[in-house]
């Protein structure tokens, strides 16, 4: 599952990257979405693009593209 599928209020933890998302993967560990680490959905833009998450107590956007990238586990 990858964070593009998850609806708002869903929580999930972060497993991984998916192959393919090597300049993603860098941006998206630079702001702390690192394997193990707890999020939330907690609005998505009214045309599907950005996602907001909640990480480590802040708020992130997150496009479209991007959250293809990570693979999470839905909690």
Do not use: C, N, Q
């Not at 998850?6 to 999930?12: E, I, P, Q």
């Amino acid at each position: 599952m990858t964070l593009k599928d998850l609806r708002v209020g869903d929580r999930a933890r972060v497993a991984g990257f998916l192959e393919g998302g090597g300049a993603y993967r860098r941006k998206l560990l630079s702001m702390g979405l690192t394997p193990g680490a707890e999020i939330s959905v907690t609005r998505v833009a009214p045309m599907g693009d950005p996602v907001e998450i909640r990480v480590r107590g802040f708020a992130l956007s997150v496009r479209r593209d991007e959250a293809e990238v990570l693979s999470v586990e839905k909690l």
